[in-house]
């Protein structure tokens, strides 16, 4: 795999488009994906493809090391794809803009791929372009496409939000991570289907968003507070449209513990539709998956949620059903949980008890499948170990798979299902004689 190329910053004096505070030459037989929030071209040649970026300017750290690390995070750093730091880092200036190149090799379902990111830097003001593809035959027009970028910096304006995140694409997963059955029609009505940043499910003229957890957003909300509507209000929601000022709708009575519910009149950004909106935020494990509403009008929206639990039942959407051709690899799942103890006579530290899990599954092309479950449990220093290993056939029929030879007591009966996330999938199986055991496997290849 050609690893990649050295950015070149030769600016060219003429350009043809606009984005930003910058003028550009679009590449040639590239479609253009995005240009809202940033500019995105894409270019599909069977299995290969190409996705060139390029960020708006923001208020930077006056470093621009400090501006790359935060950038190569954001966009390129993957572990599940084997994208971690840059294998390749270089750096250079041209007319006052201090400039950092970084590239490295990723790959994902056996397909090999380069993502390079270069970050520029002058004083306060900072921006970034990428690149995504798996042949070298991209090299050449990615080149003249970052060579063509002129900054302005002239246009940018320093107004306090320059730096705030935006949600972006998926930038490799977008072009690669698929599932056979991609769309879900419920009895309901609903139809469920995966987007870059969200599962969008829809019905009768309303739409909901379920979001994916994103790490860079979730990381910068802020730390004096724990009220983070206005946060993800500005991140997620105004991002996508004009709103009015927003309303937090009165709580259901007895309703303890429930998340606020922010409304609005919106008018949405891409396709001038007016509606009306309703987020709702939904926190696993202190990551964020908001959930959006925007119905036609707001007695349509109220008709439809009315009350906290219409909004939380929707996360049981994210649901696709399970074919053999997608299920053909390696699966992991992996599960920790510890417990203190204290006396109840003193209430001195009694000492700690850990366990932790792991379930490996390798599905085959022929039928065939191994499964490996090793565990280890501690307390007070004594340490158990166990270990299960499975093999047989299995068969699998959208929502339900078989699997032989599980063990005594086990007929190796399972629900299962695909849940989006950011960037791909996770499996989901639920034994359906053993009903507590319940496993989350990610594809590792």
């Known amino acids: 795999m050609y690893l990649l190329f050295a950015c070149c910053i030769t600016l060219k004096i003429q350009a043809q488009s606009g984005f930003d505070i910058f003028n550009y030459k679009a590449p040639t037989g590239f479609t253009l994906k995005e240009s809202k929030r940033f500019l995105c071209y894409q270019k599909n040649d069977g299995k290969n493809y190409c996705q060139l970026f390029l960020y708006p300017a923001a208020q930077g750290e006056n470093d621009v090391e400090k501006d790359f690390v935060k950038n190569w995070d954001f966009f390129a750093r993957n572990p599940k794809q084997k994208v971690n730091n840059p294998e390749t880092k270089e750096t250079d200036t041209l007319n006052g803009w201090k400039t950092i190149f970084g590239a490295a090799r990723g790959a994902f379902n056996k397909q090999q791929f380069a993502i390079s990111l270069s970050t520029f830097t002058k004083d306060s003001i900072t921006y970034y372009m990428a690149a995504v593809f798996t042949d070298k035959k991209y090299i050449p027009v990615a080149q003249d496409f970052f060579a063509s970028i002129v900054p302005d910096e002239n246009k940018f304006v320093r107004n306090g939000n320059n730096n705030l995140p935006v949600e972006q694409?998926?930038?490799?997963?977008?072009?690669?991570?698929?599932?056979?059955?991609?769309?879900?029609?419920?009895?309901?009505g609903w139809t469920a289907t995966p987007t870059n940043n969200y599962v969008k499910v829809t019905k009768t003229g309303t739409e909901v968003r379920l979001y994916f957890v994103n790490i860079a957003i979730d990381q910068q909300r802020p730390a004096s507070t724990n009220i983070y509507e206005p946060y993800y209000w500005k991140i997620i929601v105004q991002q996508a449209f004009i709103t009015n000022q927003p309303v937090v709708r009165e709580k259901e009575p007895y309703s303890y513990g429930t998340a606020d519910?922010?409304?609005?009149?919106?008018?949405?950004?891409?396709?001038?539709?007016?509606?009306?909106?309703?987020?709702?935020?939904?926190?696993?494990?202190?990551?964020?998956?908001?959930?959006?509403?925007?119905?036609?009008?707001?007695?349509?929206?109220?008709?439809?949620?009315?009350?906290?639990?219409?909004?939380?039942?929707?996360?049981?959407?994210?649901?696709?059903?399970?074919?053999?051709?997608?299920?053909?690899?390696?699966?992991?799942?992996?599960?920790?949980?510890?417990?203190?103890?204290?006396?109840?006579?003193?209430?001195?530290?009694?000492?700690?008890?850990?366990?932790?899990?792991?379930?490996?599954?390798?599905?085959?092309?022929?039928?065939?499948?191994?499964?490996?479950?090793?565990?280890?449990?501690?307390?007070?220093?004594?340490?158990?170990?166990?270990?299960?290993?499975?093999?047989?056939?299995?068969?699998?029929?959208?929502?339900?798979?078989?699997?032989?030879?599980?063990g005594a007591n086990d007929p190796g009966e399972f629900t299962c299902q695909f849940e989006a996330i950011k960037g791909g999938y996770l499996l989901r199986l639920q034994n359906k004689t053993l009903t507590g055991d319940v496993l989350t496997l990610f594809k590792y290849k």
């Not at 072009?175 to 009895?187: G, L, P, Q």
């Open 169 to 188: 694409t998926n930038t490799v997963a977008t072009v690669f991570s698929a599932i056979t059955k991609s769309t879900t029609n419920f009895d309901d």
């Open 261 to 406: 519910i922010w409304e609005a009149d919106v008018t949405d950004k891409q396709t001038g539709q007016p509606g009306y909106l309703g987020m709702r935020l939904w926190f696993s494990n202190g990551a964020c998956e908001p959930i959006v509403v925007i119905a036609r009008d707001k007695n349509t929206y109220y008709s439809l949620f009315g009350k906290d639990g219409d909004f939380t039942k929707m996360k049981g959407y994210n649901k696709f059903a399970v074919t053999q051709n997608d299920l053909i690899g390696k699966w992991k799942n992996f599960d920790a949980a510890s417990i203190s103890y204290y006396s109840v006579y003193t209430g001195d530290y009694a000492g700690m008890s850990t366990a932790s899990t792991n379930d490996d599954f390798i599905f085959t092309s022929t039928g065939t499948y191994q499964s490996v479950h090793t565990g280890t449990s501690s307390f007070r220093g004594a340490v158990a170990h166990g270990k299960s290993v499975y093999k047989g056939t299995y068969r699998v029929n959208d929502w339900h798979l078989t699997a032989t030879n599980r």
